[in-house]
């Protein structure tokens, strides 16, 4: 098992991928780790393999994809934290793409309709790429601690670790626009911005790398 926040620390956004198909005994380890997060988070969360038409748009090419034949539709019912559970499971599989071996983008405009199965009383929240990039992506600019955070000198590790876990988090259009603070000894909370897209996708993802890089056993969430 790789460390999580060295793969938090590989991992960005790759839009380009090579003209290769994802080997049988990888897709077993991805389907069965989604249908674990079904599970836990109540979603129905979908891979789609060898199936081009979603990104074979005007607005995918705009988006400059190519050869994005893969992709994970996060799919569950509607609810008003669905979203919210849609980065913060999302990010886990992402993650565990990373670990083994493919690169991802997390798109929410950029691409056509999807083959996901999406009942009536369901939603498609968003959609992720997944495949062999062409390169691992680059790093990109980011706030700072005190910028989404109350952390000061006198912080505990823990929390410092979480804020640097978050800020590695993607968000749509690099917007970075949550706000985490500890109350107390342990108890952190986090709000999303007012403005901007995918807020409670966000929300969730830098939930999903705060965890990661503070130690859930050492903190509650408000």
């Known amino acids: 098992m790789a460390d ?17 198909k994802i080997p049988a005994d ?4 991805l389907d069965a780790f989604a249908s674990e997060l079904n599970g836990k988070g109540d979603l129905h969360i979908q891979i789609l393999y060898d199936e081009p038409e979603c990104f ?20 569950g019912k509607k609810s008003p934290d669905l979203e919210e ?15 083994l071996g493919l690169n991802t983008c997390w798109v929410a405009l950029t691409h056509g309709k999807s083959k996901a199965e999406v009942a009536p009383d369901e939603k ?24 989404v955070s109350n952390l000061t000198s ?21 917007q970075q626009k949550f706000k985490f603070e500890l109350s107390g000894s342990n108890t952190v909370s986090v709000k999303a911005g007012l403005v901007g897209v995918c807020l409670k996708i966000d929300l969730g993802i830098v939930k999903c790398h705060f ?12």
């Open 124 to 147: 498609e929240a968003i959609i992720i790429s997944l495949g062999y990039g062409k390169t691992q992506g680059n790093s990109r600019k980011s706030k700072t601690s005190s910028e």
């Open 154 to 174: 006198n912080s505990p590790e823990w929390f410092k670790k979480g804020i640097e876990a978050a800020l590695l988090a993607p968000t749509a259009t690099n």
């Open 56 to 75: 074979n748009t005007r607005m995918a090419h705009y988006g400059k994809f190519e050869n994005a034949n893969n992709y994970i539709a996060m799919v």
């Open 85 to 99: 559970r849609c980065g913060y499971f999302g990010e886990q599989l992402v993650l565990k793409a990373q670990e």
């Open 26 to 29: 990888i897709r077993e380890q």
């Open 211 to 222: 965890e990661i890089g503070a130690g859930k056993q050492n903190f509650q969430w408000k």
């Open 4 to 20: 999580k926040m060295e793969l938090i620390r590989q991992r960005h956004s790759v839009r380009q991928y090579q003209d290769k």
